[in-house]
């Protein structure tokens, strides 16, 4: 049994932490937010008083905020203060590559051990422990880490030292949102071309084409029942946070000069899609979006 702090209790962390109690687990949580605390206390999460609070005393303290600056005020804000010497700090929301490192060197000097941790798999994979973890830091870390990776997740892959969990996570998402981005332009085209969705689906899964985007994230209704363009495109993943993602990975792509231009323009598309009515959306909507901007005669 660990004794884990678990901070920010959203629609991510509350169910990862009652996946690690369910593990056996001795687990406290914190969240600034008095709707979360309500939430998780219905759901049998034992609240500390503070975030402090929470990072006191305990073996490891997990972070899943919304974005790096909160890991990085929260870090220096007194959590690292608050807990014992050589307590693991394990950081799972998506942040930079640089703010991991940079979280990672404040835990480091303050006398702790840090690994970066984010994941993919969404709210879905949170609830049923089937999250994907893509884990920075160093060996011994990853080790101890392991089995409370494990009780929340099903795909555990360290990718190498610190932030570069983190870069396999923008690295992948930056692929999701050019091919996402892809297959919908195909629909559209084909269908200006008078090719019905399902010849098109049963061509393109089988062939090379053939990717997550169109297999599973269909843009179009029918092919795949369980795609989000079935329900109106409830996510799923929500444009807000593909959009959120890809800012992660420009500043990644500028940070090293990388010739990236396809992530360049799926970040510049998705900025728009998320500043309409992308944001609450799934990100595979963006065929709405094609569709309204393509040319109107034909
Ligand atoms: P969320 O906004 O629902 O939850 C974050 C929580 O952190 C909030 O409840 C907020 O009050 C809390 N918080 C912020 N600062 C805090 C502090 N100092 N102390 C305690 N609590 C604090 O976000 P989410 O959807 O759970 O996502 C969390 C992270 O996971 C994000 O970085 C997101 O990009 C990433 N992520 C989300 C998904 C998804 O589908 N939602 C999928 C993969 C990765």
């Known amino acids: 049994m660990t004794r884990i702090g678990f901070l920010g209790l959203g629609h991510m962390g509350m169910p990862m932490a009652v996946n690690l109690m369910k593990a056996g687990h001795d687990v406290r949580g914190f969240d600034l937010v008095p709707a979360a605390i309500e939430a998780a206390l219905a759901a049998g999460i034992p609240i500390a008083e503070s975030a402090a609070d929470a990072a006191a005393g305990v073996d490891v ?57 984010p994941v993919s798999g969404g ?23 392991l089995p409370l990776l494990e009780a929340m997740g099903k795909r555990i892959v360290h990718c190498g030292g610190p932030g570069l969990g983190q870069a396999a996570k923008v690295c992948n998402n930056m ?38 985007s169109i297999t599973t994230n269909c843009p179009v209704p029918g092919p795949v029942p369980t795609s989000p363009a079935n329900r109106d495109y409830q996510p799923g993943f929500a444009g807000a946070l593909m959009a959120k993602d890809l800012g992660l990975a420009l500043q990644a792509i500028e940070g090293t000069g990388t010739d990236a231009r396809m992530g360049m323009l799926a970040q510049q598309i998705y900025a728009t899609f998320a500043a309409g009515d992308g944001a609450g959306r799934d990100f595979s909507g963006i065929i709405t979006d094609i569709r309204d901007t393509s040319s109107a005669d034909l």
């Open 61 to 117: 303290v997990i972070t899943m905020f919304p974005a790096g600056k909160h890991v990085i005020e929260a870090y220096q804000g007194g959590l690292l203060a608050a807990a014992r010497p050589d307590t693991l700090f394990i950081e799972s929301s998506t942040i930079a590559v640089e703010e991991a490192q940079t979280a990672h060197a404040l835990a480091v000097a303050a006398g702790h051990r840090n690994i970066d941790a």
């Open 123 to 145: 709210v879905v994979g949170a609830e049923n422990g089937t999250l994907a973890f893509m884990v920075g830091g160093s060996e011994e870390d990853f080790a101890t880490a």
């Open 175 to 212: 692929i999701l949102a050019v091919s996402q981005i892809a297959v919908a332009e195909a629909f559209v085209l084909g269908e200006r071309l008078g090719l019905e969705h399902q010849a098109l689906f049963d061509v393109v899964s089988q062939a090379s084409g053939q990717c997550w």
